[in-house]
Structures are given as structure tokens and as C-alpha cells.
């Protein structure tokens, strides 16, 4: 626990300063905020950006000619260099703003209506988020292709010998979370976009929960599609982003349609501008996006290294003190995993648990996390989820485990 | 019928003076719903059929409901202890009330005991569907 | 000119204290901001709300059980009742939240993809803006329908006979702009939606250039669809409106799928929640919802009646001022417009005056105005568009009218 | 030939010395422009074709090149003043080079003399796809 303790002493202790909501209470009690995978709470950096750009430069962007439109377009390209950076991709071209990673994966799995056919076959995972689901059945419906999923072992973890197996159909796309929402597993992706690329096989990532935690490289990865969103790391709401490999870019029809995305248009037709302009219609959420490259920057001062490392102790932490509690059952066991834990009582079903934690000033999140197809395999009607970020500190979890101990006993 | 006598809003009256020891504390008066859960009797496991129960809620919640002489009788489970407490005040409000008194009736006493979120994110607890429920039954017990 | 300098004298200083931005200097000249059709600024009500949500409450709704993810949800139950009242549907749960008129129009667009066929007619006007063209352009090829549009006349108002005709040949759909981002033509919706239901055909009302000028009363006006945007109305970026008739609502499939907008899912099947939620798939633009409340309030407060009347003399000022100006065309002259107004110069390209005003601290909109058929059919290449709002004044008027006199001489 | 022995950063240097006067007062530097603009000698209206417009511009642009002795030469025209002149100082720094020289060069003069703004919103203002151009222009006269 050194770590924890030195690292929570200097840095967490500025760190926690910057965001504003810790300081405040819930019920009468300092808020204990754990829902972290839900959404994160945002630091000054980014809340004050906000403002800046609405007090300052508020503007559409390149629909005319004048200073503040310049400066909103330039401070949206800024983002977009930053996030372009900040996965390693070759271009910031490929870095597409949506709004959110809900939006990302419905682009894709749109994009690949028109080349599916009865004979092909989509796979997902027992681990997916329903927005890693839904826009997959969806595109399945309308193309009267086949889904399969691939199951979990007991440990929470993929099965790779269904993988190999699975691939030898040649399915035309794998869509995978990186990391799951409700166990918290890191998929081995690296492996299984090895696997599929030898089958000529593309693989759509779903990075929502594993980009706060620690640092994603696509081009390592060479995964063909990315998602994730920018409020579950420490950014505004309503902004996500879709990375694609660039020749995917230049064939893939847009979801929308509208001004902005086009380069010449009469009743007869329509000139797409290029990407990442052709899945941007409309006005975008220029503020929100500005305000987004702080968000990351947050994230890069500190550095992932830091991150994971502290991270990675309050989280043994927890786990630990958890397994303390024998009323408590945690789900799953998988070596690799983010900050993010479900559990189950014997004596109290988790919504009552959500309640009474709510009511010492403690947010858990209590459901089936928007993951019900998973639910179901594990025979459970919902959990309890902690999931950290790194403004928690041990203090945090030591309150949470006694407050747990009280309401169980 | 004693129950006659007392109004709806008297009944609800009541609960909120009840209420009023735990000063809105959320941890007191949680526990006092839990408490109020445990002591509700028990819903025959013979009616705890798909057909009782309650849609849209996150846990499971069965409600039956009988007429006697004119009232509505109402029983219920809940596999969470503080749904159960809420229902086991709904049916202490509702319980022997005829179905016209049930459907004018304004209930207000949730948010007066300080339990505004139970209302608020009603697609997660329940309590509106709940209620729905009981004056969708005292209407179709309405002669 | 008397309710100007009235109402300007007393109430508009103290409207504009309340826009931050309009204290700023541009080229190290007060700015004046006319170029709000493109979107307007944010008093201090709207942009410290957005801080207020992020320092007090910020959480994913809905997903679980505490005491933020509660009030989140409240506040934007809030706006959506605030909403449904300020355009009096009947009911709150008619109001979508997208991401813009343009999202919007692609779910109504969308919606529509599977009930037409090669014999079916889709209509709109030469007044739209390319998000209200190219949609509907997308779904005729994906139906193969067929696309009529309805001329202007020389003053700008659309073509009745036309009307009258094309209607008999039972279009599906007629989408159509309230007012035109150009021109600034009022379209008689009223009386073109009276004349569509004789003959049962549906009408989609693009209110983006409306909504912030006059009240809207869907009951009233009968419209089957209507959209706005919350940037084109004091409101933050990133939010949009979709009304919809409520038997439209059951029957419509969305055009996202994925977490929020489920009730129940399994790999092999999926069930909606009902409206408004069907539509409103992944984490919502949350904090920028809550702060659109404060947009309307803003609204509210000053009342139409005042909106109207100012903005109503400011603009035949602005008119007048203009025509003054020999080297000045305007273009259009439709009866009821919005306060904006494009113009061409004889002497000098629209980009070289919009540049050279810029240059003064004023910022119009030059360009094609994401009108790109209008631009054909009216045979330009661009206007400079000048567009008002209630925090103009007949100084910021003057001031353009001055400059333009010297640029253009 | 003269142009030879000034390098294409010591033209950019003049011109920024040039502008220095105007202390970046967006006004005066505009219709300064806007003078240049209307020096540059017409382009004959048969070179204003297709073929030599350049594309992605809010405005006509027009623009073509020609070799000589080994050094490349460019004539202009575009119906907005402030990119005329824009492109006359173009014209002045890339005219008479080699392409050589003019692939190896870097351009700065545009942020230098208050400009930034057309580079930003280089999509409406069409700058970036004329020096593209020019520099496509300079790749296919390379022998
Ligand atoms: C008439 C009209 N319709 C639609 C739009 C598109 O609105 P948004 O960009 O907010 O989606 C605009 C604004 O540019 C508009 O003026
Ligand atoms: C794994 C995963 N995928 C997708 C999503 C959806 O993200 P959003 O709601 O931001 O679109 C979430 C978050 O709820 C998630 O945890």
C-alpha cells in the first residue's frame, strides 16, 4: 500500500482539488463519488473551458469569414489533433467527433449495411454494453445475416478456443469491447485482432471503459474501427469519437446527412467533402468538443504511467477489503481488469444496497448496467458496481467498506 | 370498518408525522422502510405469478388485490426490503379504502418524508408503476 | 423608430449585460455581431448553469440509484417539459432530444424508409438549407421515390399554384422550412399544412431559423414533425429538438440503437422503450439539456410580444439603411421575414466585404449559407447575410451601415 | 534572370517587413491587399477555364504556369479582391524559381502579416488549395 499512500498524499490531494464536486456533500455526507464508469466527474480545466468559449469565441465554425468562427474552428482542429495524438493515429483526419460512443458504433454497424448478406455473419461477445449489441441485431435484421456471440468463462474472460473456431466462418466483423462495464475484463484484443486480420476479418473496438485507464495505441493495435466517449474521461457531455483506418474512411457512407458534410449539392445529387467532414453533418457540439482537448490534457499531465499504477493499488485495495466482507460475492475473476468491480450480497439485493450507500453519501451504481444479455448468463437480475478513477483515494474505500460492513451485518 | 373512518390524507398525514423523528435522514428513514418491509406479511407464494407483478421495476414487485363489502384489500412483496417498506405504506394508506377514494386520491407523502429520488427516477424504483397499478386495479374494481 | 430607442434605451442594456461575449473586442474593435443565424451567443444564465450542472450534479442518468444521477435526471425532465411548453405540444413526452435540427431531420428522413416506394413523392422547397435537402435526397435513392421541389417566386415566397398542383399527386411528405436562413422568407406553413391533410399527406417543419423570432405552436399549426436547434435560441451547442405527432412516435423506427432506449435485450431479440426514450440511444448531451432550460427561460422572460415588435423595427431600420446604399442588392422581398437579410454588392465579392467588416469588429455570415440550390436557382455564388437578434442595437446598425459605406465606395 | 538571386524566404522577409507598417491593423493590411489585388495584370479571359480553377475555393480562382529557362512563372486572377492580392504576393514569391526551389520552400509570410485567419479557415478562404496547386504545378514541371 506504500504507493497508494505516496502517491495519495501529493498528487491526489491536488488532484481531487481540481474538481469541484468533491467538495461537496450528498445527503449531508461528502460525496463518495464511485460511479466512475458511468461517468467521470470533470476537473476545473475543462468546466472553466466551457465558459471561456461561450464568454469568448462562441461561433459556428466555417459556414463564413470572421475572427471568432476562425477561432472555434481552430480550437475544434486543435481537439482534434490532440485525440489524434492521444491514440497515435496516422492522421487527425481519422479522429470523427459523434456524439458519443453510442453514436460511433451505430455509424459503423450503418456503414456496413449495404455489404452484408445472408451468408455473412457479425460477432459480438457475452461481455457487450447494449450499445455494443443493439446497432449489431439492428444491422443484422435489415441484412438477414447472422450474429454470434462469443461466450465467457467462468473467470469473466473471453473464450478463445470459440474465437479460433468461430473465425474459420469468416464473419465478416468482430465488434469487441476493449474493457467490459461490468466486470471490469480487459479483452486480449491485441490477440484477437491478430487472429482476425489473418481471416481478412475487420474488428470494431469499444474503448469506452478502458480509455481513462490506460494508454491505447491503434496503430499498435491496428484495430479497424475505435470508439469511446469523452465523459467517461474527465470531458464534457455529448462529445464521442470514431477512429477508422483510412481506406475504411473513404468508402464508409455517413448516418447523417446534412449542411457541413457537403461539397456540392443540388436537388439531383450530392458531393460528399471529404472525411472526417462527410460524418460531421450539422452543427457539431463545437463547444463541448473544445472543451474536450482539456480533458485529455488532464489526463496526459499526470500521465498514464501514474494512472495505471495507482489505479491498479486502490483497486487491489478494494478488492481485498471486499473479499473481507463475507456477505459479498464479486463477480467474476479475470486477470486483467480495470478499476471497476460488480458484486452481490446473500442478505440484500443490490438496490437496497445502492440506497443505503446513497444515503451515507456514497454513489454506486446498482442495475444491470445497460448489459442485460450478460445479466442473464450470470443468472443475476443486477449488481452493485464501485468503479474507480483517479481522484479516489483509499480513505474513500475505507468508508465505503465500512459503510457496506454496517448496512450487511 | 375502522379504516373507513380514517381519510387517505389523514392516513398519509400520519406517516409523514411518523417520518418526522428522522429529521430527513436518508439512513434513518431507509431503515425504518426496511424495517416496515420486514414486518409486512408475507405474499403467498401462489400469487407471486408473472400476472401480479408490477412492470418496469427493477426488482421484483407482486400486488394482489381483493374487494370485501365494498373495499379494496391490498398485499404485496418486493425482493427489495425498501420497496417493500414503500408498498407496506402504500397499502396501510390504501387497504380498506373503497375504489372511488382511491382514485381521487393525491399522494403526496413520499416526497414529505424526504424520499423525492424514490419519485423522481420512477423508471428505476418503480413507485410510479407501482401505484399505477393500484388505481388501475381500483378501477377495474369500480362498479 | 420610437419603440427602438424606448425599449432599447431601458430594457436591451440590460438584456446585453447579460451576453458576455458582446463586451469583446475583435481586431481591437468592440464586437458586433450580426451573424446570428448562424447561432446566437449564451446570456450568463445558460453558461453558468452549465458550470452550476458540472460543479453540483453531474451524472449519467438514469442508470442506477443516487442522488446526482436524480437530480440530473429531474433537470432534464425539466427542460423537456420547459420545451413542450414553449411550443405547446400536448404532451412532454413528444419532445426528442437530438443532437440538432440536422439529427433531427435524418430521424424523421429515416423514418420514413420504409414506407415509400418508386411511386411515392417526397416535396420540399428552393428555400431549404442543405440538412433539410440532402436527407431527403438519401432517402429517395434508398426508395427510389421521387424528389419535387417547390420554385420561389422573384419576391422569395414559394409558388402556391405549384403547391396546389403537386399535392394532388399525393406526396408522402412535404418537408419544409419554417423561414428561410437566406432570404428570411416566412413560409404560410399554417395554410400549406391545412392543404396537405386534405389529402393526408405528412409535414416536416425545419423551425431552426424560426424558433427564436415568434411563438410556435405545433397544436395550432397541426405540423406532423418539427426541429430546432438550441444554438440557433441563446441555448448551448450540441442540443436539438424533435416534435412528433404521438401516433407518428409508436410506429417510427429511431435511427440510433444501443444503451437507454432498450427495455429489454437479448442477442437474439430487443424491445423499445417507449418515446421519448426509443430515440434517445447512449448518454445524452446531459449538461447542455439542463442549461437549454435556461435559454427558454431567457426567452420567456422577455416575452414574444417585445422579441417581436424590437426586433420587428431594428430590422425595417436595418432595411431601410441598406437599401440607402446604391451599390446594394438585396435579395428577396417577401412579405413576413425573420430579421435576416442577404445582399450582394455590385462593386465588390461578397467574401472581400464580409473580410473587411470583420476587420472593423463586425462579423456577418458570407457564403452560400449551406444553400447551395437557392445560390443556383437565384444565380450566385454567395450573399452576405446579416442577421439579427434581441441583443442588437440601431448603433451596432449604424455602425455596419457606416462601415459598408466606406468599403463600398 | 534576377528573381534567381533572391531566395524565396528573403522575399517572404521583405514582405513581412512590408506589412510592418500596417501594425496589424486588419483594416489598413486588407485594403492594402485589395490594392495589390487590383496591380496584378489581368489573366486572359481564355486561360479563365475550367481546367485552371482552382477547386474548394469560396471564389473564383484561376491560376496557370508556365517554363522558362528552367524557372517556373505563374499568372493569376480570382473575382474576390483580397485573395487577388493574396495571390499577388504568391506570385511574387514562387514566379521565377525553380521547382525545385519552390518544393523545398516553406511558407510563413501569411501568419506574419496578420493573416492567420485565412490559413485557419483555410476550406472557405480556398488560400492552402492555392498553394497546393502551385505546388502540384511545380511537381509536374520537375524533370
Ligand atoms: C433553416 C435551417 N435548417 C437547418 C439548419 C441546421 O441546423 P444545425 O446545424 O443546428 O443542425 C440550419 C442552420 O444552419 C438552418 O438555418
Ligand atoms: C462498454 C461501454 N460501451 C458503450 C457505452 C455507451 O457510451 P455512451 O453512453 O457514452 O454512448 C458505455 C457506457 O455506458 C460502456 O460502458
Redesign the pocket.
Known sequence: MNIINMIENKQITEIRKQFPILQTNINKKPLVYLDN??TTQKPNSVINKISEYYKNYNSNIERGFHTLGSQSFEQVNKTRETVSKFINSQNSSQIIFTS????SINIVANGFANELNEEDIVILSELE?H??IVPWINLCRNTNSKLEVIPILKSGELDFKFIHNIIKKRPKIIAL?Y???VIGTINDIEQIIKIAHEYNIKVFI?A??AVPHFAINVQKLDCDFLAF?S??MYGPMGV?VLYCKEEILQNMKPLKFGGAMIEDVSFCDFKYREHPYKFEAGTMNISNIIAFNEAIEFINQIGFEVIEKYEKDLFEYLIQELQNISQIKIIGNPKNKVPLVSFIAKNMHPFDIGMMLNASGIAVRTGNH?AQPLMDKLNLSGTVRVSLSIYNTKEEIDFLVSTLKKILL | MLKEKKDIDRIQNDIIEEFQIFENDMEETLEYLIELGNNLSILNTEYKIDQNKIKGCLSNVWLICKKEDGYLFFEADSDTKIIKGLISLLIKIFSGQTSQNILNSNLYFVEKIGLKNMISSKRISGYSNIVDKILNLAKSYKD
Open positions: 464508469a458511468s458519443g460512443t453510442t453514436e454494453h450499445s455494443n469491447t474493457a467490459s462495464n469499444d469506452a471503459q466517449s465523459h467517461k464521442g445497460c
